[in-house]
């Protein structure tokens, strides 16, 4: 009898060693995520009824699968997602029918392929082939092929070139689209050096293409939102991003990105700097500025516009953000402090922001005239305070806090305030988190303008009187819900539900209703 269990092992043993091999050469991560919003709001009449006619839903279903230690010396990684959500065409929407869908790039379905590649160590020599995130190039996304050469264990250089798809494309479908359905050639190629030593570290890259969608700054006519603009062409920039510990008790970072060609020529792109000081062993002292001229916003803003090409005749409420379609620079500073003892955090931050158009003058929205306009004032400067107390469980593992954050905006005031109070259960594997957000904002135009909802891109300055933005005059309350759990070492779950209430003085209350749930599995 114990031969025969002694010759069953013998013959079970290499099975389980090689599961055991695949479990200690692949990770696999999947997740799927449910989200639905929808408005309400008791009015019968549909032409003061401001909540939406439909509703935001979709699944997602992610896998990212990661691959060591293969045969050959090969590594490889995969990371896609499929959104499963309704589609929206207008006779849905002229009839305000009670569709639901996901707001996106295009809206409908997405099947976004983040990275898909294979790479090869060597001693020397690495190389990747696939669709990759060249993150020391400004994050670029990369179809196509790398090179590394390690100089030695402080320096490599990589070399890099291939198809550049849409940055704000979100489905293969769209990669290489641009504005009307017009695909273009999209191609990059670069280089850049990487060192790290004990206390700096970073990059610098120099990256260059043709890019075939819609350009990045320009004049955008109001009367046409739906023409056509220009295509890109070229482009070269530079980054260097760099990390150094000048002290035990100073770090700095530091991210640059210069645009040497491009249709709005020279442009500092964006620049970060953040110094965190730790001036006592309670006491932490954190300052950074801030400047981002924003890069090709015109290849997704410009293609949201033209497939909602008729907002004279087709004023259907919808949900989503009103923004500039032109190349804007902003710039912010910012300093932050927090004293901590043992789980108790006291926190303070202020910033201040300012923004200008890189070619002035081309959104008569953005730019007032103080000649046309003695009322008003350009809405250049914006800065927030914020103060708080947080405590991570001093009693009894209860977990709260409670912050203030007085914030003037370009165009309106507000007094935020908020609540948390959580705890977790069952050795950590149940966590219970409650919240409230208390917001009273006020716009610069509440009570002195009407909206002609019609027009929003005002073509003349005489329509500035009486624009589609900074009316409101109200407040917002937000209870929230969040319950995670951990279900053995392989599971994990979320579900959050929010309900925002927004009163605007005149009207009705619009109720939002927000969940969100998600499911994780990891092996």
Known sequence: MKRAWCLLALLLLPSVARAQDLRDRFNIRLSLTGFYLAEQQDIQDRALNQAASYSLGYLDLRAVIDGRRLPGNFEL??????????????????????????????????????????????????????????????????????????????????????????PYS???????????????????????????YDKVWGSV???????????????????????????????????WRSFERFATWLDVFHDLVLDLVGPAGVQLTRFDVFATARVHKYFTLRGGYDHLSSLAIEMFLSNLLNNRNDFA??????????????????????????????????????RLRW?????????????????????????????????????????????????????????????????????????????????FLYARTRDQSAGVSTCNATVPFAPDRTAL?????????????EPALTVST???????????????????VGTSAILTHVLLLRIEARY
């Open 486 to 504: 951990t279900l053995g070492k392989h599971w994990f779950g979320l579900l959050d539900y929010r309900l925002v209430v927004n009163s605007t």
């Open 313 to 350: 005749t087709f004023p259907i409420k919808t949900i989503q953000n009103n923004l500039i379609v032109e190349r804007t620079a902003r710039d912010q500073v910012r300093l932050d402090g927090d004293v901590h003892f043992g789980k108790v955090n006291i926190f303070a931050e202020g």
């Open 170 to 196: 979100r489905s293969l479908t769209t990669d290489y689209q641009g504005s009307n359905g017009y695909y273009g050639p999209s191609i990059t190629g670069g280089a850049d050096f990487s060192y790290t």
């Open 355 to 435: 923004r200008t158009l890189v070619n002035a003058g081309e959104d008569p929205q953005f730019v007032v005239d103080p000649k046309t306009d003695s009322n008003q004032v350009a809405a250049n400067f914006a800065w927030d305070a914020t103060v708080g107390i947080r405590d991570r469980g001093s009693l009894k593992g209860i977990r709260a806090g409670l912050w203030y954050t007085l914030l003037d905006d370009f165009r309106s005031s507000s007094h935020i305030l908020g609540v948390e109070l959580g705890r977790s259960f069952l050795d950590e594997r149940l966590s219970l988190d409650l919240s």
């Open 205 to 239: 890259a120099a990256v260059g293409g043709y890019l075939g969608g819609n350009d990045d700054g320009g004049a955008f006519d109001p009367a046409n939102p739906a023409g056509r603009p220009s295509t890109e062409g070229g482009r070269f920039y530079l980054d």
């Open 465 to 477: 009187l009486t624009p589609c933005f900074g009316t409101r005059d109200g407040e917002s309350f």
């Open 77 to 166: 990684h995969i990371d896609g997602r499929v959104r499963i959500t309704g589609d929206i065409d207008q006779p849905t929407l002229l009839v305000e029918g009670n569709a639901i869908s996901a707001r996106g790039y295009l809206g409908g379905r997405e099947y976004e392929l983040r990275e898909a590649y294979v790479r090869r160590r060597g001693l020397k020599v690495d190389f990747a082939l696939g669709r990759m995130y060249v993150f020391e190039a400004d994050g670029l996304k990369l179809d196509g092929a790398r090179v590394w050469y390690n100089f030695n264990k402080h320096w490599d250089l990589s070399l890099f070139a291939g198809g550049y798809p849409n």
